[in-house]
């Protein structure tokens, strides 16, 4: 039944507050002040968690125990909360509650800088791990290391036998592959060069000549092509390196001043005009083929003799005063102005900078001499030569390898930092200082060749000697120097493997003892299939297959 506004309530009813009443101000102002003035919130309010409940009668209402208070599993930020709504003096009743739902607002993703070519090549610089781009693309890092050295295989029909003008066996000595096509020379012991074709399935194939050049009357002992793959120089055991003319095949210039066998030329990349060698007398001379020259003739062959531009004594930096000449094995470009250089009785890499060393009369010394490995440094042990330097293509890292057994790695600008880190295979080992390595083009592999008739790769990626990642990949010295692993390639030649070139397309061109060249092909199927098919019905023979 319906009542009036005049009918009778009951005072004790809790459906009610209290008449209006003014709230009165504290004489101590608190420190932040409230958006409103609250009044007394009853007692059926306290610790109240659920919605109001509108209790018909006394007896319906709850004990006057408090309520305990709710447990909450998760962090209140994660759920609803609901805002009671007070009563206040002088307010009509409530008679639902007012939810108040707070929205979540998640912070937005972190977002990783990917660092710059730049920054990269100076994290090298500085002898950190430059090869890798972050975390998202370690993620997909190839989880096996070993995939990138043991693809490679070679077929019979990828061995050339080399011979002299008169079709004798002879010994090659070294091998370059070109810039900017497939051909690879190789120059033997007769001084005969010849260029062959590399790419695969391509006449007239691997197994005959291209082309045959007779530069010397003695072996050569390195070659290098100039960037276009014009001109090839040849340094050469009767005293004297030359510049031929590949188009044209003749002998453009003479390089006449050491005094003993030449064992390293090199045309500067950043400025094709000079060149750099390194001889047997311990001399570094640098060539200008814009200087004018001599004209002089020699087997009916006319040609320009030059005179280096500057002549740098190898010996000057030593700590031992009693030397007074030393086998230059190695001459490679880190810059236009700088060549560094190793020799055959320590481990040293001395770099020389050609402004600097200018004036005739006061005594070349190296700007920077690079530390000796760690194991170099004990007194009962004996300093080991080195063989060849490598010179990674963002040359931010120089690669040497050494009598020891180990490919040690620098970085170029800090030379004196001592070597990084090395690579070593129980199967590798450089006896004589005829061993020599080469880099890939994309400088992800290293190619050396070894004493034990082998060819040994290492990948180059810096990122395999994160423990964390790669566990197991590298070793770690009793001097604390970390040596990575590799794998070889095998049964592709019988005796000493000397030398080694990348060609343009990935294929590697070793040369051996044995009087042969090899080319290596990539292909994880076939080399796979060497590698597992077993000796039945002679599948593996005259083949070559990589393996740890």
């Given amino acids: 039944m319906p009542t009036s506004e005049n009918a009778s309530i009951d005072p004790t009813s809790s459906l009610l507050s209290p008449p209006a009443a003014k709230t009165p101000k504290p004489s101590i102002h608190a420190f932040f002040t409230p958006r409103r003035a609250l009044g007394p919130i009853p007692q ?7 919605s109001r409940i509108h209790l018909l009668s ?33 307010e009509d009743v409530v008679e639902e509650d007012e939810r108040v739902e707070q929205e979540l607002v998640m912070p937005p993703p972190r977002q990783r800088v990917q660092p710059s070519m730049g920054i990269r090549a100076l994290t090298r610089s500085l002898g950190g791990l430059g090869m890798g781009l972050g975390r998202a693309q ?41 810039n900017t096509n497939s051909l690879v020379a190789i120059g033997c012991e007769s001084g005969l060069v010849r260029l062959v074709e590399s790419a695969k399935d391509e006449a007239p194939g691997f197994t005959k000549s291209y082309l045959t050049l007779q530069c010397h009357d003695n072996a050569i002992f390195d070659m ?29 210039f003479q390089l006449r001043d050491h005094q003993n066998t030449l064992k390293q030329v090199n045309f500067n990349p ?34 320009t003799a030059l005179r280096p531009v500057q002549s740098i004594n190898c010996a000057n930096g030593t700590t031992n005063k009693t030397i007074k000449s030393v086998s230059v094995t190695a001459a490679i470009w880190l810059s236009e102005n700088r060549v560094a250089t190793s020799t ?14 200018g004036a005739k009369r006061r005594k070349k010394l190296p700007v920077e001499t690079s530390g000796l490995p760690p194991h170099h440094n004990r007194p009962e042990k004996r300093h080991f030569g080195i063989t060849c330097l490598m010179l990674s293509p963002d040359t931010q890292r120089l690669y040497a390898v050494c009598k020891d057994r180990n490919v040690y790695t620098y970085s170029s600008n800090h030379l004196a930092m001592g070597p990084l880190h090395a690579y070593s295979h129980p199967k590798y080992h450089a006896a004589t200082f005829y061993v020599k390595g080469a880099i890939s083009r994309d400088g992800r592999t290293l190619a050396v060749g070894s004493s034990d008739s082998v060819v040994a790769l290492f990948p180059t990626d810096e990122q395999y000697f994160n423990s964390s990642l790669y566990h197991g990949y590298a070793t770690t010295a009793e001097s604390g120097l970390k040596i990575g692993k590799g794998a070889v390639m095998v049964r592709g030649h019988e005796k000493e493997v000397t030398d080694v070139t990348w060609t343009k397309e990935g294929e590697v061109v070793s040369i051996s003892d044995d009087m042969g060249a090899r080319c290596w092909r990539r292909g994880g199927r076939v080399a796979e299939k060497m590698r597992e098919g077993g000796e039945e019905e002679g599948r593996r023979h005259e083949w070559g297959w990589g393996e740890l």
Avoid at 44 to 50: E, K, P
Avoid at 228 to 245: K, N, W
């Fill in 270 to 303: 950043f400025n094709p005009s000079l060149l750099a060698t390194g001889a047997r007398d311990g001399f570094l001379n640098i060539w200008d083929t814009r200087v004018s020259g001599m004209t002089v003739t020699e087997n009916n062959e006319t040609m």
């Fill in 224 to 252: 290098s092509w100039s960037p276009d793959d014009h001109l090839l120089a040849t340094a050469s055991g009767d005293q004297t390196g030359r510049i031929i003319d590949v188009t044209q095949q003749r002998t453009l």
């Fill in 138 to 178: 370690r993620r997909i890092h190839c989880a096996e290391w070993s995939r990138e050295v043991v693809s490679y295989y070679s077929r019979p029909c990828d061995r050339l036998q080399i011979q002299d003008s008169e079709g004798m066996p002879t010994l090659p000595f070294s091998t370059e592959a070109c």
């Fill in 58 to 90: 006394p007896d319906d209402s709850p004990s006057a125990r408090g309520v305990k208070r709710q447990r909450i599993d998760s962090s209140p930020i994660a759920k609803r909360v609901s805002d009671r709504p007070s009563v206040l003096f002088g």
């Fill in 44 to 50: 059926n309010s306290v610790n109240s968690r659920s």
């Fill in 344 to 357: 055959e009785g320590t481990s040293y890499i001395r770099l020389w900078d050609l402004k600097s060393t």
